[in-house]
């Protein structure tokens, strides 16, 4: 298994990233997958799941209205396009697949003027 997190980086308020997620090493079109993000002494939280076929998502309340998450299960990437980026966005983000234990290296967002 293997997932490398893509995407992030250095924004200011109000701007956007989208972040990337290639996966492989297993039947990705088989897996729901998540966005989770961890900030400096805070827990990892989850931020968005898709379901393996990508009819259903879920999102965060903090991040509801600001942030999709999509998939492209030809490519077998899952992508989380952030808008309207606050402060409280800065962490890093890993994304995940459902029952999988595996985490990749994450990709640092940072969200400050």
């Known amino acids: 298994v293997q997932l490398v997190e893509s995407g992030g980086g250095s924004v200011q308020p109000g701007g956007s990233l989208r972040l990337s997620c290639a996966a492989s090493g297993f039947t990705f079109s088989r897996y729901g997958m998540s966005w989770y993000r961890q900030a400096p002494g805070k827990e990892c939280e989850l931020v968005a799941h898709i379901t393996s076929a990508g009819g259903s998502t879920n999102y965060a309340d903090s991040v509801k209205g600001r942030f999709t998450i999509s998939r492209d299960n030809v490519k077998n990437m899952v992508y989380l396009q952030m808008n309207s980026l606050k402060p409280e966005d800065t962490a890093v983000y890993y994304c995940?697949?459902?029952?999988?234990?595996?985490w990749g290296q994450g990709t640092q967002v940072t969200v400050s003027s």
């Open positions: 995940k697949a459902d029952y999988i234990q595996y």
